[in-house]
């Protein structure tokens, strides 16, 4: 951290500065230029900058270390892999596109869509059995038995299969069934959720919140990774902006973000991100070209009678469409299609 002091700072000003910082554990650096002093803290604990910009004779504080310590690219610089098993591989030069209903209905659906984007080349299925959902009278999910379905299904055509928890109480449940645990939107920043994340061995999706900056994603991300668990993956699904036309605002700007602050996974969710089926396709693609390490994909085989996000999931026909383009994409920024 910097504290630029005022041109007009006294001695005592400075002082208290200095004697502020070093009670915070900070080796203080002081620069006394012509024009005004500069103190150079160095070491110590994250401090809440405000704290020393509200002090007389300050006039600026500048930080220059990331307040995240085991998610920043420092740590780890040449990137995180995050494996499946040997043939699914996040973060490495192959695009991993995770694709699936928003949620699990029935057997037959799940098996339908199963197949569909097995047939394709998928090797990850997604499928919300807990559902967030905005209105209480809007179908919940089918809780337990969809986690079953979604296994089942799964199971028989040889995919791996992500789904959201909704809270601490279900993640047993979710060791049993899933492979990739996600933590949604509306759950970023529940830091129960996260801590007791951080104790279990297998990958966690962690969706930006729709208002959170990327620092708050990277900062959520930390809490995962300082109990123990360093498999997170990070998910761009939109955030809420003045614009209505699309459901949220994409913000394929984090995809490089992301890459030059941290060393984690970054994939990206269409469909979340548009909320409309033909604008996912090209937001897709566009994902896939700016770097993104995966893809979260809607699919349904009747979108029409969907019980949930039918407007955004794409037909099968469009899925396997959108597909062979990424795979023409994919090698343009040297990777390819898992
Ligand atoms: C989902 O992926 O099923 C979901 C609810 O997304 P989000 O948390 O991004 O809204
Ligand atoms: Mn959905």
Redesign the pocket.
Known sequence: MVIVMKRDATEDQISRVIDKLTKAGFDVHRSTGVERSVLGAVGGKVVDTRDYELLDGVKEVIRITQPYKLATRTFRPEGTLISLGPEVRFGGEEVVVMAGP?TVESREQIQLVAAAVKKVGVKVM?G?AY??RTSPYSFQGLGEEGLKLLREAADRHGLFVVS?VMDQTQIPLFLDYVDIV?V???NMQNFNLLKELSKIRKPVLL?RGMAATIEELLLSAEYIMVGGNHQVILCE?GIRTFETYTRNTLDLSAIPVIKKLSHLPIVV?PS?GTGRRDKVIPMARAAVAAGADGL?IEVHHDPENALCDGAQSLYPEQFSRLMDSLRIIAPAVERSIA
């Open positions: 928003c997604r919300g559902k967030p959201e996600q949604g939107a509306r969706k699904r969710d979340h979260l």
